[in-house]
């Protein structure tokens, strides 16, 4: 189980973190990323990292501004959102996969969701 919460309303410049917390699965061995989907758009992938934290992919439209990490002693990954745009105005959900999956940017190779928290950029 996981749940996602830091979302609201700020203008574009500020900055916002994100957590999500995690409980029900080995979730220190897990592939942990944050997807957001806008209205009207497919969900899409924010970032994610490895267990180890060692590696870590962002997409394009966030490298820069946004930073992902994790605290397996507590079951917490985190997403801080620097520079903030209008654009980036959507509902953030953390995902987690099953030990042992091939790391993916598809959110339908994610075993574990939560509810999302909206993030609101107002320009």
């Known amino acids: 189980q996981l749940q996602a919460s830091g979302g609201g309303l700020v203008q574009a410049g500020d900055s916002l973190r994100l957590s999500c917390a995690a409980s029900?699965?080995?979730?220190?061995?897990?592939?942990m990323g944050w997807f957001r989907q806008a209205p009207g758009k497919e969900r899409e992938l924010v970032a994610y990292?490895?267990?180890?934290?060692?590696?870590?992919r962002y997409a394009e439209s966030v490298k820069g501004r946004f930073t992902i990490s994790r605290d397996n002693t507590k079951n917490l990954v985190y997403l801080q959102m620097n520079s903030l745009k209008p654009e980036d105005t959507a509902v953030y959900c953390c995902?987690?996969?099953?030990?042992?999956?091939?790391?993916?940017?598809?959110?339908?190779?994610?075993?574990?969701w939560g509810l999302g928290t909206l993030v609101t950029v107002s320009s």
């Open positions: 029900g699965f080995a979730f220190s061995s897990a592939v």
């Open positions: 990292l490895t267990w180890s934290g060692d590696y870590i």
């Open positions: 995902a987690g996969q099953r030990p042992g999956r091939i790391i993916s940017i598809s959110p339908l190779k994610y075993d574990f």
